[in-house]
C-alpha cells in the first residue's frame, strides 16, 4: 500500500499538483472533509521521504520532482 501511494503521489507531481493540499485532492478525493488532516500528514510523510531519496524537493510551499 505504501509503494502504491508514493506511485500516486509521484504521478501527482508529474501532473502538475505541487502543493500538499492539491496532492491530497487528487488522491483522496472525495474524502471525509473530518479526515484530511490525517491525509495531508500522510501526504507529507511521503514527500519527506522523496525528499530523503531525492526523488523530491521543496520549493517554498511547492514540491516538485528532482528526476
Do not use: F
Not at 9 to 26: E, Y
Not at 35 to 58: I, Y
Amino acid at each position: 500500500h505504501r509503494r502504491a501511494r508514493e506511485q500516486q503521489i509521484l504521478a501527482g507531481l508529474r501532473a502538475g499538483d505541487h502543493t500538499v493540499n492539491a496532492l491530497v485532492a487528487r488522491i483522496y478525493a472525495g474524502l471525509k472533509p473530518a479526515l484530511v488532516p490525517m491525509a495531508q500528514e500522510s501526504v507529507l510523510a511521503h514527500l519527506h521521504k522523496l525528499q530523503d531519496d531525492g526523488t523530491a524537493r521543496l520549493d517554498g510551499d511547492d514540491w516538485a520532482l528532482t528526476r
